[in-house]
């Protein structure tokens, strides 16, 4: 089925996904149903070991349809729903089971810092604004933000951003641990592609996985339940065929040859 919010291309084992819902690329619900089937889709796909979410243009994701939101006022309802389908996307990306890398080209405000903050590693151009300005519409960020950016920094930054609603330069958002790299808007998506190609490139996509899960799943626990679930991910992965090669290869002093089994 063709795609209408998103553009898809392919480097090897890595997938690029392209917003693309001009002027702004703003988050419909029509847009997020259809980016959350596309990550189900390539959460499944073999041919993919990790992806580069970037936007369309001038924008990474201006923030949410706000046409939408006055269709919403006084439904309490639909706009628990809204809220929900936002936090199911940014969830199933941080769930996602390889790694998804944001390649920030533009103004990501709003749900779309919120989308950008649910990827594993965030690469953003030198002109790049983040920001969360949903109380300027009275009302708050609703996809995840008061939570994630809050455990990226520390619940006082957390505050500062979200009550102050300003937007700050790609430069201050790595300096505060939200971004990882800055670079030029020309070196952008190949930046991505070689921080993406140091992820997968002569490792095992079963050991990938399971380090995602553990990272991922265990910021939000208590450190004994994550300690538990990475001794047995450990453990698990002595039965792996990739497991018995990358030992053998070490001894052997050569280099695997992986079967991503």
């Known amino acids: ?22 002027p702004a ?4 619900s029509a847009s997020i149903k259809e980016l959350r089937s596309v990550f189900h889709t390539l959460a499944n796909d073999e041919a993919t070991r990790a992806i580069i979410l970037t936007g369309f243009g001038r924008f990474f994701i201006a923030g949410a349809d706000i046409k939408e939101f006055v269709t919403v ?3 309490e309802a639909e706009a628990l729903a809204m809220a929900t389908a936002g936090q199911a996307l940014c969830d199933e990306i941080e769930a996602m089971n390889k790694p998804v890398i944001a390649a920030i080209n533009g103004p990501a405000l709003g749900g779309g810092l919120e989308v950008a903050l649910g990827c594993h590693y965030r690469i953003a151009t030198e002109q790049a604004i983040l920001g969360l300005p949903e109380l300027k519409l009275g009302l708050l960020p609703a996809f995840g933000g008061t939570q994630r950016l809050s455990r990226l920094t520390n619940p006082a930054i957390a505050l500062e951003i979200i009550l102050t609603s300003k937007q700050i330069t790609s430069r201050e958002a790595y300096e505060l641990g939200i971004i ?5 808007i020309e070196e952008l998506i190949s ?3 070689k921080t993406a190609e140091s992820f997968i490139e002569g490792k095992s996509m079963t050991s990938i996985t399971r380090t995602i899960e553990c990272i991922m799943q265990g910021y939000q626990e208590d450190v004994q339940h994550g300690l538990k679930r990475e001794r047995h991910r450990f453990a698990e992965l002595f039965k792996t065929k990739d497991a018995r090669e990358g030992i053998h290869a070490f001894v052997e002093k050569r280099k695997p040859n992986f079967t991503q089994s």
């Not at 690329?25 to 419909?28: C, D, E, R, T, Y």
Request: proline share 3%; net charge positive; glycine share 2%.
């Open 191 to 193: 930046a991505a592609i």
């Open 180 to 184: 990882q790299q800055v670079v030029t």
């Open 1 to 22: 089925m063709k795609n209408t919010f998103t553009s898809i291309s392919k480097r090897n084992f890595i997938t690029i996904v392209e917003v693309n819902n001009p």
């Open 73 to 75: 006022l006084g439904k």
């Open 25 to 28: 690329n703003a988050l419909s």
